[in-house]
């Protein structure tokens, strides 16, 4: 069996497809991911060399931008698939999901994949997000999320649809796992104003959703009964999406808990930090599509 995957980048998230391409990999398949980056040294995406390791394929194609370029690509795509000859083309994010919905259209009915698409989250209704509702096959990552695609895309039918949530490994995210010690020397190392303190990690990427401003006088309070609190902020925020960031930064320095907040971007060893920290927090401002940090942690 062999399954495409169109993805906008490699650069962070990804669960579904990094999952699914694992599975298949670990079937003696092959997948193929598809994504906007231009080739950087590790070869185009942090999350690249893990998934070629586990022994999938990956094709760099710029079909991930918001732009009219993008439709330019169709035609090399549908060269792709007809060279690639795939069994399944699994659609997730817009743009991608698109161009490649276009580019399947155009092959013959007798050559086409099965198509499938993933709904991750709550994406604004109109006519741009519909697409995700088009596959023979659907997969919504939660009850909530199989709720909303039938309440805004009713033309959607109801058996199309697939609930299968997200998950983790029991296997890697169970009471007993401990840090090696190496690990941890490291992490004092890279932040030693941890040590000795009531750990309070706050993971994800930085957006308003997430919660951040709410984190604030959490710690403030904390501290101010006498525990050593100190806010561990793990994830990064979009590029160009900094502003958020700075107007949390700009209300720690107002509340004067600066020295009580670290900051470590993009993390691939959340599983460490999660058993290392005290507590792990989580304050979104609406209800998610599947909080997987939550049952992680």
Not at 119 to 127: D, E, M
Not at 256 to 267: I, M, N
């Amino acid at each position: 069996m062999k399954i495409v995957h169109l993805v906008p980048s490699m650069e962070s998230g990804g669960g579904a497809c990094k999952k699914t391409a694992a599975a298949v990999a670990s079937a003696k398949a092959a997948a193929t991911a598809e994504m906007k980056k231009k080739r950087r040294k590790n070869g185009g995406g942090r999350l690249v060399p893990r998934l070629e390791k586990e022994g999938s394929r990956h094709i760099l194609m710029p079909i991930g931008k918001k732009s009219i370029s993008t439709l330019f690509r169709i035609g090399a795509l549908r060269a792709l698939l007809q060279a690639v000859r795939p069994d399944i083309l699994h659609l997730h994010s817009r743009v991608p999901a698109w161009a490649g919905y276009l580019a399947w259209k155009k092959l013959p009915p007798e050559d086409r994949p099965g198509l499938v698409t993933s709904v991750h989250g709550f994406y604004s209704v109109n006519r741009y997000s519909a697409i995700m509702s088009r596959g023979e096959r659907v997969i919504a990552v939660s009850n909530c999320i199989r709720d909303y695609i039938l309440d805004h895309y009713p033309s959607t039918p109801p058996d199309h649809i697939r609930i299968i949530p997200n998950a983790i490994s029991p296997d890697q995210y169970h009471p007993a796992y401990s840090p090696s010690r190496e690990w941890l020397t490291g992490w004092f190392m890279s932040y030693p104003e941890l040590k000795g303190k009531f750990t309070l990690c706050l993971p994800g990427r930085i957006t308003r959703l997430k919660g951040h401003l709410d984190l604030i006088p959490v710690v403030r309070q904390l501290l101010e009964q006498g525990i050593p609190a100190h806010a561990v902020i793990v994830g990064e925020a979009k590029k160009g999406k900094e502003e958020y960031k700075n107007e949390v930064l700009r209300a720690i320095e107002r509340s004067g808990v600066s020295q009580s907040f670290t900051w470590t971007g993009h993390r691939q060893d959340l599983r460490e930090i999660l058993s290392t920290c005290s507590v792990t927090l989580s304050l979104t401002k609406s209800p998610e599509a599947f909080g997987k940090s939550t049952l992680e942690a």
